[in-house]
């Protein structure tokens, strides 16, 4: 896998990529910042902290693995 941070532009298609094609993930997406929110409240900011990486990282690669897919689309139309 290459380097797995998008420019502002690709993470915006990402998510509308990610919105249109998998809107199940999309509302785990959504959940997960619902929960990290909750999480705050809850448990501090040192809890937050270490959730929050956490999600963060399962969002980067699900962007990434979006960013992919759309790519992947784009190359397919090419060839039509």
């Known amino acids: 896998m290459k380097n797995n941070s998008l420019s ?3 993470e915006e298609r990402a998510f509308e990529v990610l919105k249109t094609l998998a809107p199940e993930l ?10 990290n929110s ?12 270490e959730f ?9 690669f699900s962007m990434y693995l979006a960013q992919q897919f759309s790519q992947a689309l784009e ?3 090419e060839l039509d």
Do not use: D
């Open 8 to 10: 502002k532009k690709e």
């Open 26 to 35: 999309w509302s785990k997406y959504e959940n997960l910042r619902l929960l």
């Open 38 to 49: 909750i999480n705050t409240k809850e448990h501090g900011e040192k809890a937050t902290k």
């Open 52 to 60: 929050e990486v956490e999600i963060k990282n399962k969002i980067k």
């Open 75 to 77: 190359e397919l139309k």
